[in-house]
């Protein structure tokens, strides 16, 4: 990943800090932080700076909870050293499909989380979510947290909205996506996903490939169509742009780019209003 991507928000356009976030083109990561582990893994870092930077979904699966939960403390603790090191990056942390966690398990979870990030949690009453009143205040983490015990915490904001193709061809992901465009976007955060999806029979039957070798052999159908997306508030735009492998492919400054398509948008207003 090019490195001006770890600080892509600091070096934005100032017409651009006044944008809520929901109407930017973010770019995000559906990698998973225990998504290549097994119970013999050692314990390592998220795959990509990226991952830390933005789009983190926290999958709890059926292995031993302490390695599950040394595994996603020691990723936390690098998006927060992250965090401190990045002051006006603002990430947005989705934690969903968890997978045999009860109550208690939910509220001892969600205190390391609190614990963790601290003041730089954006809670709920935030109405302002741009780049220059999150600077001012200090907050850089807006925290999704899928589960019913959220709405007991105002640090937590409800569940982000996943557009998930579940296709193994580009050209599938990008029809499916199309077809949600024209029905509107949802009102706050949402997350179109270019992943690619290779059931169990393809994957048996193609034993030479993979979601890696799929993903590659896609990408430039889906970096064509992700070039003619925009972001914004109109119903066919996008926000969060999710891929996978985005460390090594460069989906990430493709979506930060589209911002530019807003900052000419408002100097053509500017100019008509003069």
């Not at 509220?107 to 614990?115: D, N, R, V």
């Not at 780049?131 to 409800?158: F, T």
């Not at 070798?213 to 972001?231: A, D, F, H, V």
């Amino acid at each position: 990943m090019d490195a001006s991507c770890r600080d892509w928000m600091s070096a934005v356009p100032e017409e651009l800090w006044d944008v809520p976030l929901t109407h930017l083109a973010i770019p995000g990561s559906h990698d998973a932080m225990s998504y290549c582990l097994d119970i013999n893994s050692p314990l390592v870092r998220a795959e990509s700076d990226f991952f830390r930077l933005l789009d983190g979904v926290f999958s709890c699966f059926t292995r031993p909870a302490i390695f599950r939960w040394a595994t996603t403390q020691e990723t936390l603790e690098s998006v927060a050293a992250w965090l401190e090191a990045h002051p006006k990056e603002i990430v947005i942390l989705a934690c969903s499909h968890f997978e045999g966690m009860d109550d208690k398990c939910h509220e001892s979870f969600i205190w390391s989380l609190k614990k963790l990030f601290g003041s730089k949690l954006c809670p709920q009453k935030e109405s302002a979510l741009t780049l220059r009143s999150l600077w001012a205040s200090g907050y850089q983490v807006i925290l999704s947290y899928e589960c019913q015990l959220a709405v007991r915490h105002q640090e937590l904001w409800p569940p982000v909205p996943y557009w998930w193709a579940n296709q193994r061809r580009a050209h599938g992901v990008m029809t499916y996506l199309d077809w949600h465009k024209d029905l509107g976007r949802p009102e706050g955060f949402f997350v179109s996903g270019l992943n690619l999806t290779a059931d169990r029979y393809y994957i048996t039957k193609n034993q030479k490939e993979s979601l890696r070798t799929l993903t590659y052999s896609n990408w430039e159908y889906m970096r064509t169509w992700l070039e003619e997306q925009s972001p914004g508030s109109d119903a066919g735009s996008l926000n969060i742009i999710a891929g996978d492998f985005v460390g090594s492919l460069p989906l990430c400054s493709a979506v930060i780019a589209l911002n530019q398509k807003l900052c000419r948008k408002n100097s053509r207003r500017m100019k008509k209003h003069h």
